[in-house]
T-cell receptor, first 111, second 118 residues
Framework: DAGITQSPRYKITETGRQVTLMCHQT?????MFWYRQDLGHGLRLIYY???????DKGEVPDGYVVSRSKTENFPLTLESATRSQTSVYFC??????????FGSGTRLTVV | AQKITQTQPGMFVQEKEAVTLDCTYD???????LFWYKQPSSGEMIFLIY??????QNATEGRYSLNFQKARKSANLVISASQLGDSAMYFC???????????????FGTGTRLLVSP
């Protein structure tokens, strides 16, 4: 099916572990984004990418790393997970009528 | 400074009544776009309606309309004839760009939780 696929849907990890959240789009949208959603904050931009091999920081990038070797994939890595990174993570791309299509989200719990 | 402000953490409405969810924004960019998204308990972000800063008329999509008051920098969502399935979190967002890059990101408000009662 066309769209944005995020995996895993749910993840529990321990403090200090590295974890990677995957995002895959079936279009060829140039721009892709990672947001985190926390109660009282809405969605905040972590990183974005304008094209393959072009990435830049958003509002809350600390503790996260991204890469984009292929247009369709935009993984987000937590190098050493902390409890403050417990959140719901959304991947998005610009496309469609008004631009923005979101994945279904990944609920990450760091224990 | 908060770019998108949603002052209503929660709203209650009875089924079949209309409800207005407030959103104010702050930008110095003459070209911008305003969005409303619905997030049901299942968690996905569902696009509802869009208003461009140069659009002359208020946007409408079925039971959703956007009350756009540019001078006041407000973009309130109006849901007419509320249904039980409208119970969800609603986010206002603004598209803003970086000059000369063509890049535009969405900035979100903190959301309003709407509960529709029978």
């Amino acid at each position: 099916d066309a769209g944005i696929t995020q995996s895993p849907r749910y993840k529990i990890t321990e403090t200090g572990r590295q974890v990677t959240l995957m995002c895959h789009q079936t279009w060829s949208h140039s721009y892709m984004f990672w947001y985190r959603q926390d109660l009282g904050h809405g969605l905040r931009l972590i990183y974005y990418s304008a094209a393959a091999d072009i990435t830049d920081k958003g509002e809350v990038p600390d503790g996260y790393v991204v890469s984009r070797s292929k247009t369709e994939n935009f993984p987000l890595t937590l190098e050493s997970a902390t409890r403050s990174q417990t959140s719901v993570y959304f991947c998005a791309s610009i496309g469609g009528d008004y631009g923005y299509t979101f994945g279904s989200g990944t609920r990450l719990t760091v224990v | 400074a908060q770019k998108i402000t949603q002052t209503q953490p929660g709203m209650f409405v009875q089924e079949k009544e209309a409800v207005t969810l407030d959103c104010t924004y702050d930008t110095s960019d003459p070209s911008y776009g305003l969005f409303w998204y619905k997030q049901p308990s299942s968690g996905e972000m569902i696009f509802l309606i869009y208003q461009g800063s140069y659009d002359q008329q208020n946007a409408t999509e079925g039971r959703y309309s956007l009350n756009f008051q540019k001078a006041r920098k407000s973009a309130n969502l109006v849901i007419s004839a509320s249904q039980l399935g409208d119970s969800a979190m609603y986010f206002c967002a603004m598209r803003e760009g970086l000059a000369n890059t063509g890049f535009q990101k969405l900035v979100f408000g903190t959301g309003t939780r709407l509960l529709v009662s029978p």
